[in-house]
């Protein structure tokens, strides 16, 4: 609920998409299918590539979920009390 009411302070990256791109460049550089499919951790190398210090993994959106904590913390200025 929380994202979906706040959809700009989180970024998203399509799961089936950005691995099998990635699939498809680690075979080219002579991986195995078996390698990948048992050794990788695609959510890891998703945050490591955009430079993210947390990633969730929402298989159910098929989706991998960033909260930019930058875009999420409120305006300052704007009105105050006195």
Known sequence: MEISARLHSYEFIEIDGFQENLKQELLAKGLSDTVIRQCFNFAAYAAITHDY??????????????????MSQPEQGGMTMR
Do not use: A, F
């Not at 990633?55 to 904590?69: C, F, Q």
């Open 53 to 70: 210090e947390d990633i969730y993994s929402s298989h159910d959106t098929g989706l991998y979920v960033h909260r930019n904590y930058e």
